[in-house]
C-alpha cells in the first residue's frame, strides 16, 4: 500500500525559532510533493510545491526533496504563533497511468511566544 | 481569481433526506476532486475529474453521487447517508490531473448527518 509518512507531534517550538518537518513516503517512483497549512476548522492552504532533489525556498519556508532516501521536509524559519497549525505533506502517487493525491496524517506545530 | 467556492458552508440532513453540495471555480482548471475530512484526520480522496469525465473513484459508497456538469462546476449528491458520514467535505481543483499540478483546496462544507 503507498503511504505518506508524518510524525503527528505535536511540535513545539519557541517563537523566533526554525521549526523543521519531516515526511517520508512510500512509493518510489513519486514526482510530486507538496506541503498544505491547514488551521484548525478550516481547509487547507498550499505553502510549497517541489518536485527536484534539492532545496527550493519561498520566504520563511524552505521546502527539501532527496527521493533517494524518499525523504521530503519543511523548515520555518523564524516561526511565529500564527504559524502554529496542521502542516500535512502530500505526494502524488502514479496508479495505472493516473496520479492519487496522499496526504500524511500531518504535523501539529505549537509555537509559544 | 484563485478561489474555490463551495456551497453550503454548513449542513444538516437526516438519514432519508436527498441534498447536494457545490464546487465552482474560475481557475480555468480541468481537474476537481471531492475529499472527505474527519476530525484529526487527513483529507480522503473520494473523487476525481479530468475534462469533466470521472477518471477515479476510490471506491466510495453509491449514496455518494458525483457529477461535473460544465468544467468550473462540480456537484455531490448525497442520499440516504449515515451518522459516520458526518465530516469535513472538500472540493479541490488543479489545472490538469497530471502529477505536477499543485491543487487548490475550498473552504468545505461541515456535513452533519443526523
Known amino acids: 500500500q503507498k503511504e505518506v509518512e508524518q510524525n503527528s507531534g505535536p511540535l513545539s517550538v519557541p517563537e523566533g525559532a526554525i521549526a523543521s518537518l519531516n515526511c517520508t513516503y512510500s512509493?518510489?517512483?513519486?514526482?510530486?510533493f507538496f506541503w498544505y497549512r491547514q488551521y484548525s476548522g478550516k481547509s487547507p492552504e498550499l505553502i510549497m510545491s517541489?518536485?527536484?532533489?534539492g532545496d527550493k525556498e519561498d520566504g520563511r519556508f524552505t521546502a527539501q526533496l532527496n527521493k533517494a532516501s524518499q525523504y521530503v521536509s519543511l523548515l520555518i524559519r523564524d516561526s511565529q504563533p500564527s504559524d502554529s497549525a496542521t502542516y500535512l505533506c502530500?505526494?502524488?502517487?502514479?496508479?495505472?497511468?493516473?496520479?492519487?493525491?496522499?496526504f500524511g496524517r500531518g504535523t501539529s506545530l505549537i509555537v509559544h511566544p | 481569481d484563485t478561489e474555490v467556492t463551495q456551497t453550503p458552508k454548513h449542513l444538516v440532513m437526516g438519514m432519508t433526506n436527498k441534498k447536494s453540495l457545490k464546487c465552482e471555480q474560475h481557475?480555468?482548471?480541468?481537474?476537481m476532486y471531492w475529499y472527505k475530512q474527519k476530525a484529526k484526520k487527513p483529507p480522503e480522496l473520494m473523487f476525481v475529474?479530468?475534462?469533466?469525465?470521472?477518471?477515479i473513484n476510490e471506491s466510495v459508497p453509491s449514496r455518494f453521487s458525483p457529477e461535473c456538469p460544465n468544467s468550473s462546476l462540480l456537484n455531490l449528491h448525497l442520499h440516504a447517508l449515515q451518522p459516520e458520514d458526518s465530516a469535513l467535505y472538500l472540493c479541490a481543483s488543479s489545472q490538469t490531473s497530471s502529477g505536477y499540478n499543485e491543487q487548490f483546496f475550498g473552504p468545505g462544507t461541515r456535513l452533519t448527518v443526523l
Open positions: 502530500a505526494v502524488n502517487m502514479g496508479a495505472g497511468g493516473s496520479y492519487i493525491p496522499t
Open positions: 512509493d518510489r517512483g513519486s514526482q510530486s
Open positions: 475529474y479530468s475534462y469533466e469525465k470521472l477518471s
Open positions: 517541489i518536485y527536484s532533489n
Open positions: 481557475m480555468g482548471h480541468r481537474a
